[in-house]
């Protein structure tokens, strides 16, 4: 059982590792609101780009601007 658990968190952990790693390389992603018929210039979530941040580099962004402004 204890092999079991170690191998499913040894897999999130390369899952994890590779996803930060695509958001380091790659940060914006398709619109998921404008994907199917391209640029949607009344799109909010894009603002007409077509593209938006990916989810982990929001997170990453937050996660800097709080700590940015908690040790201010």
């Known amino acids: 059982m204890t092999l079991l658990i170690a191998l499913l968190l040894l897999c ?3 899952i994890t ?3 930060v790693g695509w958001c380091a390389v790659s940060p914006w992603g398709t619109c998921v609101r404008c994907r199917p018929g391209g640029k949607n210039r009344t799109c909010r979530a894009c603002n007409g780009t077509g593209m938006r941040p990916r989810l982990g580099w929001q997170l990453y962004t937050y996660a800097r601007r709080l700590y940015r402004d908690g040790t201010r």
Do not use: D, N, Q, T
Request: proline share 0%; glycine share 0%; net charge neutral.
């Open 12 to 14: 999130l952990l390369i």
């Open 17 to 19: 590792v590779c996803y």
